[in-house]
C-alpha cells in the first residue's frame, strides 16, 4: 500500500501486518507507539479493543491541534 501518514515527510510504502497476537491462550494487541494492550479472552474482543484505541488516539491527536 502507497501512502501518507499526517506525520510522514512523503508518501511511502506501508506495510500492514497483523498486529494482535496469542500468548498462553490470551489475546494482545501491538500499537505504534510500542506498547502491547491485553490481555482479552477473544480475538473479537481484541479486535474491538483496537477500534477502541484507534479511536482514542485520534482523539487526542484532534485536542492537541
Given amino acids: 500500500m502507497f501512502g501518507k501518514r499526517a506525520q510522514d515527510p512523503a508518501p511511502t510504502t506501508i ?7 496469542r500468548v498462553n491462550g490470551e489475546f494482545y494487541f501491538n500499537t505504534r507507539e510500542g506498547t502491547q494492550e491485553g490481555p482479552f479472552a477473544s480475538r473479537e474482543d481484541a479486535l474491538r479493543e483496537v477500534e477502541a484505541y484507534v479511536q482514542r488516539m485520534l482523539q487526542l491527536t484532534q485536542v492537541a491541534s
Avoid at 506495510?15 to 497476537?21: A, G, P, T
Wanted: aromatic share 14%.
Fill in 15 to 21: 506495510f500492514r501486518s497483523d498486529r494482535i497476537c
